[in-house]
């Protein structure tokens, strides 16, 4: 059993900051990537940033003001957001691709956590 639990999310003004967490906890034998993505009202989910370990990718819209960090030890990742803009509100998930200890590779995901920027 795999759990991804995230915290950090809130309500920001435009031009703030916030930092996501996610941390993933259970039968892990190894994370081959992690990553966050996030779904607006009425648009599909689309992908934010990923990491693995050696690279990590950005969508265009958030490419210099997110990034996206991860640390081996803790099997956590984190999307520290900065320069926030109303179109950034959205539910943000993590993902993880990784492999159990039964010898099983699957992507997992979190619950969400809900990002709102506004005045």
């Known amino acids: 059993q795999v759990q991804l639990v995230e915290s950090g999310g809130g309500l920001v003004q435009p031009g703030g900051s916030l930092r996501l967490s996610c941390a993933a906890s259970?039968?892990?034998?190894?994370?081959?990537?992690m990553g966050w993505y996030r779904q607006a009202p009425g648009k599909q989910r689309e992908l934010v940033a990923h990491?693995?370990?050696?690279?990590?990718t950005y969508a265009d819209s958030v490419k210099g003001r997110f990034t996206i960090s991860r640390d081996n030890a803790k099997n956590t990742v984190y999307l520290q957001m900065n320069s926030l803009k109303p179109e950034d509100t959205a539910v943000y998930y993590c993902?993880?691709?990784?492999?159990?200890?039964?010898?099983?590779?699957?992507?997992?995901w979190g619950q969400g956590t809900q990002v709102t920027v506004s005045s």
């Open positions: 993902h993880a691709d990784l492999g159990t200890t039964n010898w099983r590779r699957n992507d997992y």
């Open positions: 990491i693995t370990t050696g690279s990590t």
């Open positions: 259970g039968s892990i034998f190894t994370i081959y990537a």
